[in-house]
């Protein structure tokens, strides 16, 4: 009897010791002594961090980490226009030739002065394939990067580039530290760069904490004492926290904004994002190779009723080029291809050989409700011209897997198209762009954004998108749709948070009353 | 009995060694890799295949698969190919927080499914019978994430309550980890409750009706000796059959709940690793489950011979 006994009070012990062993180490609580004055932003995001290495990393959950801890040479300011970061200011003596002054006296977060060394260790680090960048390609026209000084640098390009100055924008074209990169491989779990937050610590599936970086070179900058991001994947738990005051701001989709608006003391942002979405074809196969199929489906796509089933009509027509860059889009609503046409649409397919319409699948996206919506709109409105769809819903994975390999004849999804028109129009259409998955080759598009990428006069430029806009249009090797708003929700006493569509989550300036 | 346990252990390398190469293969079926999902749209052909030969996905598949099990057989379980975060302890980290939440749920479940299971046999037919089983057929009917989603809802609504945000381990925080880890282990502990209940009365009904419980009170002993003394402790069985699949299960990953309530466990990690493709992180995850669940099971079996000493192990 004795020796059952033992054997159950030998398992609960067991038991006890395991649970004692669940010790501290996910802890993230904020032990700060002075807690009455520390300024903490908590902000909830529906994703974990895919690492935090800024040349390796594309990902939206980590860029908006990485982006608060290291700086690049340039930045836009909020009306999207390029001024200095690092660099604080710059000659282009020639038009393949752009010598950048550093700001002296920046220091990273280890203590060290950046200098011009660590500029072209960075770009050289980029440059090499065994980093494997992501951002490589953004690059790939550079030929020499030469320090002239402690805070001098020089970049010589193969051939003028207009997007030069765009792409340096890019989070992800990071100043690092060598050191930093040799002690640990790669930067995936580390961060040390030179702004306005330090990384303190991560922990996975729950939170990210950042905290104020004393030495700032920006006098007064940032004024927050700590930022905590925590990872809440379930929309109900972050609008249930923001609603009760648990964090501070939270992302959220253009349905919960609807259902925060009238909730005390939560503001909601709304902000034009830079994304659109589209039905892209596989135009090497059948009936997807008839330019007049692609138009004849756009004639049927009623783009208004996306905008207000999809988005709760909050979301704009869009083309390739996404209205909230500006200038640089064209007005797509006056576009004939945009008027919805039955008519017009079943002649054309008439003219192709499918008077009577065909059959297909429209492969999408299960994980995001929003794609799922517009293909089961496109299913109805399509139908009305004789083109039965079956939709077939996928999981992320292998959906990323089906858009790169095209393995779908009509995908429907969302693309970002970027802070400079070239990502739009050359990196998603020209003949050899890296993202062209639709098998879409066109000669005379390929030149005109070849000369787009090369024009470096503004104005010159301009005139070369609008054309270049048009002509893929007309050849709709995608369909454009709408551009949605972005949201943000933010409790009452946050103050000097304004979300803008290239910058939608800058805290430098925020602080809490 | 020691002989038995010694070969039950021993018996765990070929169902590992089986599970081992069932989720590699697997994950190599499954369309989509790694690399892709991490470059997406940025993806050039040369960065893919840097990528790709960086996690050695270039290398003959049994070559890649006796480097993975050659680490994990010397403790090494590889490194996240998306975070760089090594695998091991990250998964055993989460592992504290899902054994916590499990042990949770499966008291608050005992506490109310072994009480009402034997008053609703001792009262068969009566009005608390059919009260009893309504709530356990609730349990097992209403799904998981409805319960939690409700229940956010509600306090948030009716309370402006939510649970405190970011996870802390219970030795950092005792109330606050308590304060966290209570809503979502009565979620799971009443969905638990449920099946247990059913379990519990069928059970001692069926033990009732026996020879030796009409014997026993033959004898005079009161009822409640009868119940607790005879009847409950001959009933253990079936009903630890259910736990110890449902414990099995839970340590698994509660998956949905975690989610819902963004808990670092390790149902959350094998599910982002799954659609990030990180190969690494779900073969070694999954590895780890299904030892805990052999395991669990072992435990149950010796917890038979303890409950009813005929059963025994040769």
Redesign the interface.
């Known amino acids: 009897m004795f020796k059952k006994h033992f054997l159950f009070f030998l398992l609960l012990i067991v038991t006890l010791v395991a649970t004692a062993c669940s010790d501290d180490s996910a802890s993230t609580e904020e032990n700060a002594g002075d807690s009455s004055v520390e300024q903490v932003l908590k902000i909830a995001n529906d994703q974990e961090p895919a690492g935090l290495d800024p040349h390796k990393t594309p990902a939206h959950s980590s860029v908006r980490v990485y982006s608060k801890v290291y700086e690049g040479l340039v930045t836009f300011d909020e009306n999207m226009k390029i001024v200095g970061q690092l660099a604080k200011d710059w000659e282009q003596p020639n038009d393949t030739t752009y010598i950048f002054n550093l700001v002296e006296g920046v220091k990273f977060h280890n203590g060290r002065e950046m200098t011009a060394e660590d500029v072209k260790y960075s770009f050289e680090r980029i440059l090499n394939k065994e980093t494997a960048s992501h951002i490589a390609s953004y690059f790939s026209n550079v030929k020499n990067i030469e320090v002239l000084g402690d805070y001098q640098i020089k970049f010589e390009l193969t051939e003028p580039n207009a997007t030069f100055l765009t792409n340096l924008t890019n989070s992800s074209a990071a100043i690092v530290a060598k050191e930093v990169v040799e002690e640990n491989g790669d930067l995936q779990q580390v961060a040390v760069g030179t702004g306005p937050f330090k990384f303190k610590e991560w922990v996975p599936d729950s939170t990210v904490t950042l905290v104020k970086n004393e030495d700032y070179y920006i006098d007064g900058l940032p004024k927050l004492d700590k930022v905590v991001y925590y990872t809440m994947k379930e929309e109900a738990a972050r609008l249930s926290a923001i609603r009760t005051g648990e964090i501070d701001l939270t992302t959220l989709t253009a349905k919960s904004a609807s259902l925060l608006k009238d909730q005390e003391a939560v503001n909601v942002k709304g902000y034009q994002s830079l994304e659109y979405s589209y039905v892209g074809f596989n135009v090497a196969k059948e009936p997807f190779n008839d330019p007049k199929v692609r138009q004849a489906l756009s004639l049927a796509t009623d783009r208004q009723s996306i905008a207000d089933i999809v988005w709760d009509g909050d979301a704009i027509i869009s083309g390739p080029i996404a209205p909230s860059m500006g200038d640089w889009a064209i007005d797509v609503e006056k576009e004939e291809l945009y008027q919805r046409n039955l008519e017009k649409a079943k002649e054309l397919l008439a003219e192709a050989g499918y008077p009577d319409g065909f059959s297909t699948v429209i492969t999408t996206a299960s994980t995001y409700a929003d794609m799922v919506d517009t293909a089961q709109l496109l299913q109805q409105q399509w139908k009305e011209i004789g083109v039965d769809t079956e939709i077939q819903q996928i999981e992320w994975g292998e959906y990323i897997d089906t858009w790169s390999n095209t393995s779908a004849d009509i995908l429907v999804g969302r693309n970002g198209s970027g802070t400079d028109p070239d990502r739009a129009m050359n990196y998603f259409f020209h003949t050899d762009g890296s993202a062209n998955v639709w098998n879409f080759s066109n000669s005379e598009y390929d030149a005109i954004v070849e000369k787009g990428k090369s024009t470096v006069d503004q104005e010159k430029r301009k005139e070369i998108y609008v054309e270049a806009q048009k002509k893929l249009l007309n050849l709709s090797p995608n369909l454009f749709l709408v551009s949605p708003k972005n949201y943000v929700a933010v409790r009452d006493g946050v103050e000097g948070y304004t979300p803008y569509p290239h910058n939608g989550e800058d805290i430098d300036e925020v602080y809490k009353k | 009995m020691y002989t038995y346990i010694i070969r039950r252990i021993l018996m765990l390398f070929p169902v590992l060694f089986g599970v081992s190469i069932f989720i590699f293969i697997v994950m190599r079926i499954?369309?989509?890799?790694v690399?892709?999902?991490?470059?997406?749209?940025?993806?050039?052909p040369?960065?893919?295949e840097?990528?790709r030969k960086?996690f050695g996905l270039n290398l003959p598949l049994y070559e890649q698969y006796f480097n993975w099990i050659g680490g994990v057989l010397t403790g090494d379980f590889g490194e996240s190919m998306?975070?760089?975060?090594e695998v091991l302890p990250?998964i055993l980290?989460?592992f504290?927080?899902t054994?916590?939440l499990t042990?949770l749920s499966a008291l608050i479940s005992w506490f109310i499914a072994i009480p009402l299971g034997i008053i609703a046999a001792m009262k068969r037919n009566s009005n608390v019978d059919f009260g009893v089983r309504i709530i356990s057929l609730l349990g097992v009917s209403v799904p998981n994430f409805a319960l939690a989603?409700v229940i956010?809802?509600i306090?948030?609504?009716a309370f402006?309550?939510?649970?405190?945000?970011?996870?802390?381990?219970?030795?950092?925080?005792p109330l606050?980890n308590l304060e966290i880890m209570i809503i979502p282990a009565v979620v799971l502990g009443t969905s638990m409750a449920g099946a247990v209940m059913r379990m519990t009365r069928s059970s001692i009904l069926e033990i009732l009706r026996q020879d030796f419980i009409r014997t026993i009170r033959a004898k005079g002993a009161k009822e409640r000796i009868v119940i607790f003394q005879h009847a409950l402790r001959n009933a253990m069985i079936p009903i630890l059959t259910i736990i110890g699949l449902q414990i099995g299960t839970l340590l698994g990953g509660t998956v949905i709940i975690e989610?819902?309530?963004?808990?670092?466990?390790l149902g959350?990690?094998v599910l982002?690793s799954?659609?990030?493709?990180d190969f690494i992180v779900v073969q070694g995850a999954v590895l780890f489950i299904a030892f805990v669940f052999v395991m669990i099971n072992l435990?149950v079996d010796?917890?038979y011979s303890?409950l009813d000493?005929r059963i025994s192990y040769k």
């Open positions: 499954v369309p989509g890799d690399a892709m999902t991490i470059l997406g749209t940025d993806a050039t040369e960065a893919l840097q990528l960086d998306r975070t760089g975060q990250d980290n989460r504290k927080l054994f916590e042990f989603t956010i809802l306090l948030a609504l402006s309550y939510s649970p405190p945000v970011g996870y802390v381990g219970f030795f950092a925080d606050k989610q819902i309530f963004s808990l670092p466990g959350q990690l982002t799954i659609t990030q493709r435990l010796i917890l303890y000493p």
